[in-house]
């Protein structure tokens, strides 16, 4: 059959043109339409709901919000996970899915879920689902300067910007951060309502009556019908000063005359400092769209804005600066790879066009590559195109025109179209197998699960793509190519000595027949390098992945439980001085609590502190980040009572999304009471502090916040005829405020909430004091109707799968993470016991680490035994099977060593790094076997087939090992935004070959002459 499809190419050769002019205008085209991000998003499918609960305490949260929705999430289809997050007045909950399941659909299922429960949730709780985007939609992020209040900078935000950019194709959300937040106050005291008998609830009932519009429905006159609208809603801050509350003696009681009316900023939840406390924007994209596109959109927008004077957007995030950082990098891999490929093909095919051809390869099974990803929505980023080696992808194109040229070369007595067609036919077999043993190698990829899954299928598919492209284009262009340069066929081969291939041809002729003369030692010497380098991988390091640079450093701070917003901030303030100190740290910007809509429920206790840094060309005092981490590290020790970890912007982000913790180790202890797990906590802490290489580590506190408990006396409520009811707006009125109604202002709206005095808020002692109004007209302070105590409360309810978690979380300085992580499992064996009903796991970067191991295991011998089939029907023959997948573990030597020259630890790329040279290194053994058998056929000894065969396919073993490798040093040597992904993968490809190369050359015939030397020889059948 691939005969046929070589014979039909080169006798309808203008047709291939065609088609191939075809290819390159829908590869072009898909180019440009194509998605375009700096990683591939690594976030799992997850919805989350958010449930805003005002004034609600933690475990008032947990109980009637949070546990009623998870209960109402069990048993969906498809469900993989689900933990929430209970904190004041917010909870989150989040269901991950199966990858498999489209983002709509699993919305769909939770809204269906909500509302079988909305009945056992409180009264006015409303859950609401999460946007649908993903922790690397946070694209943009910005603050406002201007000369302005905090609170006009808000309403700039929320009214102007928010509204016009929401509106840019892509964008799912502006959400905002910090600010102040305008409010309509009304301020009374309970002690003046009594002196008119008058109640809070009677007050918000009389404001909220008199701030309504009404209609009429219509009436008709004069052959027209006229609408009826009732204004009776507040216009002004006067119209709701002049609400008549009573009737005194005649005369009319207004609200302004018993409360102060006035605008004032509403409770906050967060804080944004950028010299200064200001307002910040974030815009997310919704999941799926093309970040780069989106980006540029936002920006073009904000050009269009027509702000207030004075006003200014500042960016301080900017994803599509990574963006272009990455792709940069990818872009000068790549072309730095096709220009070595092409030096390399032309000195050993020795002829220009001939090199020319086969580069033309490359671009030609890109595009290929390109229109599939198209196809399946995969974006460009540093994964689905960082590790593309073009010299694997010419290994099928380098075989067939190596054999052209040898054939042309010969001189036969044929036409130079039949010898290019014969030799297209020679090599046509072992090639395409070559190349579906190479697809298939890939396939373990295609396994992964989690966070690796999603990093390394775009890059499997990617690979497979322009390999696959590569095979068809190697049966089908190559010939039809070479058909037209060489029409006039190649000039007779010089003789022996005239080029330094033939000299190496010679050479390596005579270094075999020693090694086949010595086979015992060449064997055991090959079993021995072997086993030590096997034995060596007991002692490298191992981590999940390197860490990808971003070129921006991001401080998680942590202060302590309970700290009041605004001694966050004057700490937070402290934190902005020291870092605005280092010269190289161009700005800083610090985001305190959470944003308006909770896309995160940080407290306000912590916080997260962007540095931008100037470029490294500009630092004088240190050569790498690590090193400006260490003095940055140092100095914020210095702040009393603040915990900290370092971290990049989109890493932090997805750590937290996908395990909620942000952290590369995380150590979840799981338990009901918070007693206890805060004791098993401060064990595991010390455990993990006492190994060395530990970083940042530290308890996700929840609890220690101070918690100023009111318990109700039912007793003495009765004897005042009073309700709890009255008891919790008298004191959200004089903590927060209770929010009663809206004032419309255009399109503009804003609470109007109902407060007591500063006075009722400064001290626990003054709260006793608020006073109650019962029936009967008598005044009754709040401590005669309850009793108010101050306890140690949680200030946030962990849960995943339904129990209760508290988290110990470190990072890891100076050592692999896979050996840290198993000290610190043997300290926590030996210095932790939990009793029944407690129990610990480890997630973060090493649960993903330990999920691809365990997957890789199991898939790899299973593919590896699928591909010993595939070479069973190739040959015919189990043995000579058997010595091409032999090469595998001798591949490992050179990849075990290049890991251990350059201290690279043991990781996920480099782990792809082997599966990408195992095919390799069995296409060059299924050329060398295939080579062999055919002298064989030919009628040689097997000894004499052995030699002629093997210097025969020196020159196309030793280009497919060279372009394979050179193509990748680019990726193997570059310093640049993303390289750290790369690296490890292409080290091992190029070590790995050197190794594998020189055992496939003289290894692997030693074994073939061993093996069948006995047998007779094999006339030839042609």
């Avoid at 689902?129 to 609170?151: D, N, R, V």
């Avoid at 959300?173 to 609830?201: C, H, M, R, S």
């Avoid at 040229?405 to 039949?418: A, D, G, N, W, Y």
């Avoid at 004897?719 to 004191?731: E, T």
Wanted: proline letters at 4%; charged letters at 20%.
């Amino acid at each position: 059959m691939l005969n046929k499809i070589i014979d039909a190419a080169l006798s309808a050769r203008i047709i291939v043109l065609l088609l191939l002019i075809a290819l390159i205008a829908f590869g072009v085209y898909a180019i440009y339409t194509m998605p375009v991000e700096a990683f591939p998003d690594l976030t799992n499918n997850q919805i989350t709901v958010v449930t805003e609960a005002p004034a609600m305490p933690p475990t008032e949260v947990e109980q009637l919000v949070t546990f009623p929705i998870e209960q109402a999430m069990m048993g969906m289809p498809k469900k993989q996970e689900g933990r929430s997050l209970s904190k004041l007045g917010v909870s989150i909950v989040t269901v991950i899915f199966d990858d498999s399941v489209s983002m709509y659909f699993g919305r769909q299922m939770i809204n269906e879920r909500l509302q079988q429960v909305s009945d056992q949730l409180p009264k006015g709780i409303q859950p609401q689902l999460g946007l649908p985007a993903t922790a690397f939609g946070e694209l943009y992020q910005y603050t406002l300067s201007g000369p302005y209040t905090a609170m006009q900078l808000k309403d700039i935000q929320e009214w102007q910007i928010k509204r016009q950019l929401r509106n840019v194709p892509g964008v799912s959300e502006i959400n905002n951060w910090g600010g102040e937040v305008k409010q309509y106050q009304i301020v009374v005291d309970p002690a003046v309502l009594n002196l008119y008998g008058l109640t809070l609830q009677e007050v918000a009932k009389r404001v909220e009556d008199n701030n309504e519009n009404f209609g009429g429905g219509f009436i008709e006159h004069s052959q027209e019908q006229y609408t009826i609208r009732g204004e009776g809603r507040a216009k002004s801050i006067e119209d709701l000063r002049n609400i008549v509350l009573l009737s005194s003696k005649g005369a009319p009681v207004t609200l302004g005359q018993l409360a102060e009316v006035k605008i004032g900023p509403a409770p906050k939840n967060g804080a944004v400092l950028r010299n200064g406390e200001t307002v910040s924007g974030m815009v997310i994209m919704l999941k799926g769209e093309n970040g780069k596109q989106v980006i540029q959109a936002v920006k073009d927008k904000i050009k269009q804005l027509k702000l207030p004077d004075g006003v200014r957007i500042v960016p301080f995030y900017d994803q599509s600066e990574v963006i272009d950082r990455t792709i940069s990098t990818v872009k000068r891999n790549l072309f730095e790879g096709f220009i070595l490929v092409t030096v390399i093909l032309f000195l050993f095919l020795r002829n220009i066009r001939a090199a020319l051809i086969t580069a033309s390869i490359i671009p030609l099974a890109m595009l290929v590559s390109f229109i599939n990803m198209r196809l399946f929505g995969l974006s460009a980023n540093v994964m689905s195109l960082g590790a593309i080696d073009f010299g694997m992808i010419v290994d099928g194109a380098v075989v067939m025109m190596e054999n052209s040229v040898h054939r042309l070369e010969e001189r036969r007595k044929e036409s130079p179209f039949t010898a290019i067609r014969v030799a297209a036919h020679d090599v046509s077999r072992p090639m395409t197998f070559g190349i579906v043993i190479i697809v298939a190698v890939y396939l373990p990829i295609f396994f992964l699960e989690g966070l690796e899954g999603r990093m390394f299928r775009p890059m499997a598919f990617t690979v497979c793509s322009a390999l696959l492209g590569a095979l068809v284009l190697a049966l089908v262009a190559i010939p039809v190519f070479t058909s037209f340069a060489f029409h006039k066929g190649l000039p007779e081969r010089r003789s022996e000595k005239s080029h330094w291939m033939e000299s190496l041809a010679s050479q390596y002729e005579k270094w075999l027949k020693i090694v086949i003369a010595h086979r015992r030692i060449t064997v055991g010497v090959s079993a021995m390098l072997l086993t030590v380098a096997l034995g060596s991988l007991a002692f490298i390091g191992t981590e999940f992945m390197p860490q990808l640079e971003e070129g921006s450093i991001l401080v998680e701070t942590r202060k302590l439980p309970g700290i009041s917003l605004t001694e966050s901030v004057e700490i937070s303030k402290t934190i902005e001085q020291k870092l605005r100190a280092f010269p190289e740290i161009r700005d800083v910007v610090i985001k305190i609590g959470r944003p308006d809509f909770a896309t995160e429920a940080m407290g306000i206790n912590e916080g997260d502190t962007y540095l931008l840094l100037k470029p490294m060309t500009e630092w004088h005092r240190f050569t790498t980040k690590e090193e400006l981490v260490e003095a940055i590290d140092k100095e914020l020790a210095t702040v009393p009572g603040l915990a900290y970890n370092f971290n990049q912007p989109m890493q932090m982000r997805v750590e937290e999304t996908v395990s909620g913790v942000k952290a590369a180790l995380a150590i979840k202890i799981f338990g009901d009471d918070f007693d206890q797990l805060d004791r098993f906590s401060a064990q595991v802490l010390q455990a993990v502090q006492k190994v060395r290489g530990a970083a940042d580590a530290q308890i996700q506190l929840t609890s220690g916040v101070p918690d100023l408990r009111i318990h109700v006396d039912r007793g003495a409520l009765a004897r005042y005829g009073l309700n709890v009811s009255d008891v919790q707006q008298a004191v959200e009125a004089a903590a927060s405020g209770s929010v009663i109604s809206q004032f419309l202002d255009g399109q503009k709206r804003y609470d109007i909430a109902m407060r007591l005095p500063d006075s009722y808020r400064q001290n626990p002692q003054a709260m006793q004091a608020i006073m109650l109004r019962s029936p009967g007209g008598a005044q009754v302070r709040l401590d005669q109707v309850s009793q108010i105590r101050v306890v140690r409360a949680a200030s946030e309810i962990d849960r995943e799968e339904g129990q209760r978690r508290m988290v110990v979380m470190s990072n890891v300085r100076g050592r692999d993470l896979g050996s840290f992580v198993k000290e610190v499992q043997q300290n926590i064996a030996s210095g932790v016991k939990l009793p029944v009903g407690y129990s610990i796991e480890y997630g973060g970067q090493f649960e993903n680490q330990e999920r691809a191991t365990r997957r890789l295991l199991v898939i790899i011998p299973i593919v590896i035994s699928l591909i010993y089939i595939l070479l069973y029907f190739t040959f015919k023959s189990f043995k000579q099977a058997f010595l091409v997948v032999g090469n595998i573990p001798f591949a490992l030597v050179g990849g075990i060593a290049a890991l251990w020259l350059r201290g690279i630890n043991l990781n996920l790329s480099a782990s792809v790094g082997f599966i990408a040279l195992f095919g390799v290194a069995m296409l060059n053994g299924v050329v060398l076997v295939s080579s062999i058998n055919h002298a064989r056929a030919m009628g040689e000894s097997t000894y004499d087939a052995v030699l002629s065969g093997a210097r025969r396919r020196l020159r196309p073993v030793l280009m497919t090992a060279c372009v394979a490798s050179f193509g990748f040093f680019p990726m193997a040597f570059s310093r640049s935004a993303g390289s750290e992904v790369q690296r490890p993968l292409a080290t091992v490809v190029i070590g790995g070959l050197v190794t594998s190369t020189l055992l496939t050359l003289l290894l692997l015939p030693v074994l073939y002459e061993w093996i069948f030397e006995k047998e007779p020889r094999t006339e030839s059948a042609r």
